[in-house]
């Protein structure tokens, strides 16, 4: 069994113009649940609940420092994708984007946006996003 240190994940995303942005050295956080709905199958006279497995879903959620830099900067390119209208392509790399390394790829929604400032921290940002379409890719760099 092989385990990975997080620190070296890897996360790009497609900006409003359809440019790949890698936003690695921003995040410090990426979260991508996938889940499937179980549709009841449950009737009378069972003790326990039962099911069959309906929809897949993929939803990403990604958290970090905020920076406004033009064109490559979280701040501009995650605003832009709030109101875009086509999806971006997301590629996420949990063990990095080395050659061989597992690459999960998908055309995504931009569902959220949020920057968040303290007295406290540098500020920060939020965002969140819905796959699109009836495809996740999982591959290698």
């Not at 069972?46 to 879903?57: F, M, S, V």
């Not at 970090?64 to 900067?73: E, F």
């Not at 875009?84 to 080395?98: L, V, W």
Request: hydrophobic share 30%; aromatic share 12%; proline share 3%.
């Amino acid at each position: 069994m092989a385990f990975v240190h997080g620190k070296g994940s890897y996360f790009s995303v497609d900006d409003a113009s359809g440019t790949e942005r890698n936003l690695t050295t921003y995040l410090t956080e990426v979260s991508f649940p996938r889940d499937v709905d179980i549709a009841d199958t449950s009737v009378f006279g069972n003790t326990y609940k039962t099911g069959i497995p309906g929809l897949a879903g993929v939803t990403c959620s990604i958290s970090g420092k905020y920076d406004s830099t033009a064109t490559s900067g979280p701040d501009v390119v995650l605003s832009g994708l709030l109101t875009a209208t086509s999806t971006s392509t997301i590629k996420y790399g949990p063990e990095g984007s080395s050659s061989g390394k597992v690459r999960y790829t998908g055309e995504f929604w931009c569902t959220s946006y949020q920057v968040t400032g303290s007295i406290g921290d540098v500020v920060s940002f939020t965002a969140a996003f819905t796959l699109a379409t009836n495809a996740l890719t999982k591959d290698t760099f």
